[in-house]
């Protein structure tokens, strides 16, 4: 299988065939619009706006599963992102990213990615006590909260995994060694 082998609920109705995404570079994200991370939209805009004609795609994927931070329905969180963050990419269907009601593509992501980046001690130790906040992380490739950040090459292979604490803007160049 590969991450071309899945399809997704869009955010109004229908699927996103992940297949339509073949030859771009992905920034696949999980999202919340009441976290503490929730400002990281604008430099995910900032990078949209950067490469997106130069072939990044940005999926955003609200979540609930963190502290209850996504509240709202599909359109609710559209709303929310488009008037405080001026987001252009669009928001997918709420999904859930651990456990047995898990979004496929997760399931997918988790397994086929390499070890998460943390930034700094500080950082660290941020994600250290996020993960003990955390109810539906379980296992040890589970996501530990809001804004992990999934980059998939051209050829839909995951090269990076980056925990909320990385902005947008540091995984910037490893966008554009793969753009």
């Known amino acids: 299988m590969s991450i071309y082998d899945y399809k997704v609920n869009k955010r109004r109705e229908g699927q996103l065939d992940m297949a339509e995404m073949k030859g771009k570079v992905m920034l696949i994200v999980n999202t919340a619009t009441g976290c503490g991370f929730t400002p990281q939209y604008e430099g995910l805009e900032k990078l949209y706006e950067s490469y997106h004609d130069k072939g990044l795609e940005v999926l955003d994927f609200p979540c609930n599963q963190f502290g209850n931070q996504a509240p709202g329905d599909d359109t609710e969180i559209h709303q929310f992102c488009t008037a405080k963050y001026k987001t252009q990419f669009d928001q997918l269907a709420k999904i859930e990213v651990n456990g047995e009601n898990e979004c496929p593509v997760y399931t997918y992501l988790k397994a086929n990615s390499p070890a998460e980046r943390v930034d700094g001690i500080k950082n660290k130790a941020i994600m250290k006590s996020v993960e003990k906040l955390s109810k539906s992380c379980k296992a040890e490739n589970d996501i530990k909260w809001n804004f992990t950040k999934f980059l998939v ?20 160049e490893d966008i554009k060694k793969i753009l």
């Open 153 to 172: 090459d051209r050829e839909g292979n995951v090269v990076g995994r980056y925990s909320p604490t990385c902005a947008p803007k540091d995984i910037e």
